[in-house]
């Protein structure tokens, strides 16, 4: 199957950590531009992130800027997202996807996985 494998979701505390990961099944995700999106209930898909191929730039929402890091290792496939002063705001579920070109439209995206879910809380 041609998609993406989410994990490393959970449920954290208000100031902790989480990194999650994201690997490519089935195709070869190293000339894509790879975005995480994160919905939380009765809210639209929110774009979070999203990195270049290759060396190329990275981009955060403002929301999450100097606590999130994106990061990517194409030897393996696979991206991460580096969530560090975790708050309530940022419960949700976690997807990954790609693109030709980084955006904050989901519909730019496909191969989309069945996501992990975030729950920070006390």
């Known amino acids: 199957q041609v998609q993406f494998v989410e994990s490393g979701g959970g449920l954290v505390q208000p100031g902790g950590s989480l990194r999650l990961s994201c690997a490519a099944s089935g195709f070869n995700s190293d000339m894509y531009d790879i975005g995480w999106f994160r919905q939380a209930p009765g809210k639209e898909r929110e774009g979070v992130s999203c990195m270049n191929s290759g060396e190329g730039g990275r981009f955060y929402a403002d929301s999450v800027k100097d606590r999130f890091t994106i990061s990517r290792d194409n030897a393996k496939k696979t991206v991460y997202l580096q969530m560090n002063s975790l708050k309530p705001t940022d419960t949700g579920v976690y997807y990954c996807?790609?693109?030709?070109?980084?955006?904050?439209?989901?519909?730019?995206?496909?191969?989309w996985g069945q996501g992990t879910q975030v729950t920070v809380s006390s």
């Open positions: 996807a790609a693109a030709y070109a980084c955006s904050w439209d989901p519909g730019h995206f496909g191969f």
